[in-house]
């Protein structure tokens, strides 16, 4: 097992799965820095991802490995992967192919909406943010 000290300091790449053999990945334009999506990679994803340039997750609802963009045409052409200090989460800094959308909903980001803070807590109303 390696230290806490040592996974944040070493150039070794010892990404740690979950339990459920996965591990977290944020998704985020590589031009503006918008955060775009949090999907989960398992080895497979992750292997690919880094050998194609193409992002590929692990699909939890379906139990199923997807390249993103596959069937919608919005791909996600990998420029930059960074890992946590504890090499846990992963971020990936990407160029957007198609019309741009990397939610399902057709919209560029996932986060779509905001919840209130101070204002009512978890039963408050959600809002749009992307028009």
Not at 43 to 69: C, H, N, V
Not at 103 to 108: I, K, N, Y
Request: charged share 25%; with cysteine; net charge positive.
């Amino acid at each position: 097992m390696t230290s806490a000290s040592e996974l944040e300091s070493t150039t070794r790449f010892t990404p740690r799965f979950d339990a459920h053999g996965l591990i977290a990945c944020v998704v985020a334009d590589a031009g503006d820095g918008q955060v775009l999506m949090l999907a989960h990679m398992n080895e497979d994803a992750l292997g690919r991802t880094l050998a194609t340039g193409e992002a590929w997750f692990w699909s939890r609802s379906r139990q199923q490995l997807w390249r993103k963009g596959a069937t919608s045409g919005n791909e996600l052409k990998v420029v930059e992967c960074l890992i946590d200090c504890d090499q846990d989460a992963l971020l990936l800094k990407v160029k957007v192919g198609g019309k741009g959308q990397a939610c399902h909903t057709g919209r560029r980001s996932c986060f779509y909406r905001r919840l209130p803070i101070g204002r009512g807590g978890a039963a408050a109303a959600l809002s749009f943010v992307d028009g």
